[in-house]
C-alpha cells in the first residue's frame, strides 16, 4: 500500500486561514504550497544533485513572478477594497500576513537547502562557489585581469547625494550598494554600482580539484578601489529589487491599434512600476538599509535579509552543466508512431485517422513543425490560420509564416499581445509577420486569447478541404521539452468546421455562439462542463456508477468547484489531478468527501488539460487549453476538443490511470489544505508516472520499428 510524507520544506501553514468552516481555499496560498512542492524536489535525495540544483532555480524563479504578480495587486487591493472578504474568508490585508508568513519560511527552507546541503554536495562533486577574496593569489590575478578587460569600461557608478537623486532600479537586477567616505572628511556617502546583465553571472575558473564559479557581484566587490580611487570604501552589500508587474490599464480601448500602444504603454510603465521587495545581503547597516528605504520608497518590511548569492534563479545555468552523473539521464522525445514515416504526406496521414501526440514523450518538431512547415511548402495549401499566444524565441514558426505570405498564400495570425512577459517579443513578431502581408489579430478585445489552435486549408480535387492541430500547449519548440501537453490532428468535418468558426470569431468578430464539437469559451465551455458534472450527479442520485477525472494546472472557478460539491455529496466519485493552486477542499464531510486531489510535480511540467465523464459507460474525454479557473471560463478565448476515436480515447485515459497510480512524484492534498507526498510501501514497486509515459513512449517506436523489419522481409 502507498505510504505518503508531508512536505517538510517549510513547516505547514493550513490553507483555511484559521477559519475552518470556509469552503474554499485561497488561493495565493494554495500557490505557495505548489512552490513549496518544487521546493521539496530540491530537498529530495532522490533526485540527482544537478537535477536538486535545478529545481531551486525553479522554485526563486517562482517566487520572483508571485511577487511581481501578487503582491502589488494584494495591496492595491488592500487600499481599494480594504473591507472586502473573498470566498477564503479572508479579509485582504489578513491575506497578505499570512501570504508573507508563508514566504518568510519557504525563502528560510530555500536557503537551508541550499548552504546546508547542496552547495557542500557541489564542492564534494568538484563544483565550488567562492568569493573573491577567498581565491587564491594566482586566481584572484586572472579574475581582476577579466574584469579590467570586460566588466570594469561598463560598469557606471551613480553617486547619491543633494545633486544626484537615486538611481531607477530595474527588475531583478542585482546592484552593490557602496557607503563611502571622502579623506578628512566625516559624513558617510551612498553609490550604487548595477551588476551588468551583459555577461555570464558566474565567473568560472579551472582548478586541480574541479570548477570554481565567482558570483559576477563578487568580481565587482573585490574591485571596487579601481571604481572609486582615493575614497574609503566602509561598506559595500547586495541588493535586489522586484517590481509590481501589475499596473493600471486603460479601460476605453477601441480597437487593435490602440490595444497595441497600451500594451506597449504597460511595458513602459511597468520598468518604472511599485517596488514590491528589495533583497539584501545579511549584515547591511541601518545606514544603508535608510538609503535603500528612502531611495525606493519602500517599509522596512519589504526588505528581506538573506544570505549570498542573491537571485537563487540564475543557478539554472549552473544546474543545465553537461555533467551527465549529476543529472538525470537525457530524454529524447521520439517521433510519434502515425508519423513515423518522415517521407508520406502529413496530409495524406492525417486523412486516414486522427493523430494523437503527447509532447515531450514525442516530438514536437516530427509533429508539429512538420504540419505547419509543410503547408507553408505546399503549393496547394490555401491558407494558413494560427494563434500565438508564447512562442520561443528561435520560433520556426514566425519566419515559416512570413514566408508563406510573401508567397502569396492567404496567412492570419492571432498574437496575443497580452500573454504575461512575452508582450515585447509578441509585439515584434506580430509586427515582422505583418511586414511580411500577414494577416495580423491582436486578440480580442475584452478577452485574452489563450487556446492553441492551427488551420490550413488545401486544394484536393477540384475541393477544399481543413486540417486542424488543437493543443494544450504553445507552438513554443523550446517548452515542448519540458512541458507535458496533448495534440490532436485532424481533418474531420466536424471539427474543422468548428475551428473555420472559432477563426472568424477571433479575426472577423462573428457572434456565433455554437459548435459541433468544440467547447469554447467564453461561449459555450462553462455551461457544458457544468451540465456534464450534473449528469453525473444524475446518474449517482439514481443509483449508476458515477465518476469524472480531470486534469488540469489550476482549480479555482467557485461556480465549477460549487458544483463539483453538489456531486460529491450525490455520490460521484471525483479525481483531480491539479499542478498548481487548487482552492477546492477535498475529503470534507458532508461536502467533498468523494474528492480526492492530487499534484504531480517531477522533471517535466504538468501542462495538459483532459476531463472524462463516464456518463453510465458512454464516456467523453476532452482535452484542451483551459484551466478551471474563472479567468479561462469567462474571460479568455479557449477550446476543448472531444476525442472520438477509441484508439486514441484509450490512450488519454491510460494516461489518466497512470498519473492516479502515481506513488513517486504525486502529493494528496489534505482537507485542510496540506499535502503529503506518496512514497511507495516497503513491499511496493516505484510507479513514477512521468518515467512510465517516457518508457511506453520508447515501446512504441520499437514495435513500430519491429513492424517495419518484419513486413521487409
Known amino acids: 500500500m502507498t505510504t505518503s510524507t508531508e512536505n517538510t520544506t517549510a513547516p505547514l501553514r493550513p490553507l483555511t486561514g484559521g477559519q475552518p468552516d470556509v469552503r474554499f481555499f485561497n488561493r495565493d496560498l494554495s500557490w505557495l504550497n505548489f512552490n513549496a512542492r518544487v521546493l521539496h524536489e530540491a530537498a529530495d535525495t532522490r533526485n540527482p544533485l544537478l537535477e536538486r540544483l535545478k529545481f531551486l532555480a525553479i522554485f526563486a524563479s517562482n517566487t520572483d513572478e508571485f511577487f511581481m504578480k501578487r503582491i502589488g495587486l494584494l495591496k492595491r487591493w488592500i487600499l481599494n477594497k480594504p473591507h ?103 559624513e558617510a556617502l551612498f553609490a550604487r554600482v548595477k551588476v551588468p546583465r551583459l555577461f555570464p553571472r558566474w565567473f568560472k575558473l579551472e582548478s586541480t580539484a574541479g570548477l570554481i564559479f565567482v558570483p559576477l557581484e563578487s568580481l565587482i566587490q ?29 479601460e476605453d480601448i477601441e480597437d487593435s491599434e490602440d490595444l497595441l500602444e497600451e500594451v506597449q504603454e504597460e511595458l513602459r510603465a511597468r520598468r518604472f512600476a511599485e517596488t514590491v521587495r528589495v533583497q539584501i545581503s545579511a549584515g547591511m547597516s541601518e545606514e544603508m538599509r535608510h538609503y535603500l528605504t528612502d531611495g525606493l520608497e ?20 549552473l544546474a543545465t552543466m553537461d555533467i551527465p552523473a ?5 530524454w529524447t522525445p521520439v517521433c510519434a508512431p502515425a508519423l513515423a514515416d518522415a517521407d508520406a504526406s502529413i496530409f495524406a496521414i492525417m486523412r486516414q485517422s486522427d493523430i494523437l501526440v503527447h509532447h515531450p514523450y514525442e516530438s514536437f518538431n516530427s509533429s508539429v513543425e512538420r504540419f505547419i512547415l509543410t503547408a507553408v511548402n505546399d503549393p496547394q495549401v490555401l491558407a494558413i ?26 496567412v492570419a495570425v492571432l498574437v496575443e499581445l497580452k500573454a504575461r512577459f512575452d508582450e515585447e517579443s509578441n509585439i515584434q513578431w506580430a509586427q515582422a509577420l505583418e511586414r511580411a502581408g500577414a494577416h495580423v489579430v491582436y486578440g480580442i478585445l475584452g478577452l485574452k486569447t489563450h487556446t492553441k489552435i492551427a488551420l490550413v486549408v488545401r486544394r ?103 458544483t463539483l460539491y453538489r456531486a460529491s455529496q450525490a455520490g460521484v466519485q471525483i479525481d483531480l489531478i491539479v499542478r498548481g493552486f487548487c482552492c477546492l477542499r477535498p475529503g470534507v464531510p458532508g461536502l467533498s468527501d468523494n474528492i480526492r486531489v492530487i499534484s504531480i510535480v517531477g522533471r517535466f511540467l504538468e501542462h495538459s488539460r483532459l476531463f472524462w465523464f463516464h456518463n453510465d459507460g458512454h464516456s467523453e474525454i476532452y482535452m484542451g487549453s483551459a484551466d478551471w479557473m474563472s479567468r479561462n471560463l469567462s474571460h479568455r478565448v479557449e477550446a476543448a476538443t472531444p476525442i472520438e476515436n477509441p ?10 490511470d497512470i498519473m492516479l497510480a502515481d506513488n513517486r512524484q504525486a502529493w494528496d492534498l489534505g482537507p485542510d489544505g496540506t499535502w503529503k507526498q506518496r512514497r511507495p510501501a516497503p513491499d511496493e514497486p516505484e510507479r513514477c508516472s512521468q518515467s512510465r509515459l517516457m518508457q511506453i513512449a520508447v515501446e512504441r517506436q520499437h514495435a513500430i520499428a519491429q513492424a517495419v523489419n518484419n513486413a521487409a522481409r
Open 385 to 410: 490560420k494560427m494563434t500565438l499566444y508564447r512562442t520561443s524565441g528561435d520560433s520556426p514558426f514566425v519566419p515559416a509564416l512570413a514566408r508563406a505570405a510573401e508567397m502569396g498564400k492567404q
Open 222 to 250: 573585490g574591485q571596487l578601489e579601481m571604481l572609486f580611487p582615493g575614497m574609503h570604501v566602509l561598506e559595500s552589500q547586495l541588493f535586489r529589487v522586484t517590481r509590481s508587474a501589475e499596473v493600471e490599464a486603460a
Open 326 to 330: 549529476l543529472r538525470v539521464p537525457p
Open 460 to 562: 484536393e480535387d477540384n475541393a477544399v478541404r481543413s486540417y486542424a492541430h488543437i493543443s494544450t500547449g504553445n507552438y513554443n519548440s523550446r517548452t515542448a521539452e519540458v512541458y507535458t501537453d496533448l495534440g490532436l490532428f485532424t481533418c474531420r468535418e466536424d471539427l474543422c468546421d468548428d475551428v473555420v468558426n472559432l477563426f472568424s470569431f477571433l479575426t472577423g468578430r462573428s457572434l456565433k455562439s455554437s459548435y459541433h464539437k468544440l467547447l469554447v469559451a467564453p461561449v459555450t465551455m462553462r455551461n457544458r462542463f457544468q451540465e456534464m458534472i450534473q449528469r453525473e450527479t444524475q446518474h449517482a442520485q439514481a443509483g449508476r456508477p458515477a465518476r469524472i477525472i480531470a486534469k488540469m494546472n489550476a482549480l479555482e472557478d467557485t461556480e465549477i468547484i460549487e
Open 84 to 186: 472586502e472578504i473573498g470566498p477564503d474568508g479572508l479579509p485582504h490585508r489578513r491575506q497578505l500576513e499570512l501570504v508573507r508568513a508563508r514566504l518568510a519560511d519557504m525563502a528560510a527552507m530555500q536557503h537551508t537547502i541550499w548552504r546546508g546541503e547542496l552547495r557542500p554536495l557541489l564542492a564534494n562533486a568538484g563544483i565550488t562557489l567562492r568569493r573573491y577574496e577567498e581565491l587564491t593569489e594566482g586566481q584572484q590575478a586572472h579574475a581582476a585581469e577579466y574584469f579590467t578587460r570586460y566588466i570594469f569600461p561598463v560598469l557606471t557608478p551613480l553617486a547619491v547625494d543633494p545633486g544626484h537623486p537615486f538611481p531607477f532600479i530595474s527588475n531583478l537586477s542585482i546592484s552593490i550598494g557602496v557607503l563611502l567616505r571622502q579623506p578628512a572628511l566625516p
Open 647 to 656: 484508439v486514441l480515447f484509450q490512450r488519454l485515459r491510460e494516461i489518466l
Open 298 to 317: 519602500v517599509r522596512t518590511d519589504d526588505l528581506e535579509e538573506g544570505p549570498e548569492p542573491l537571485g537563487l534563479a540564475d543557478m539554472m545555468s
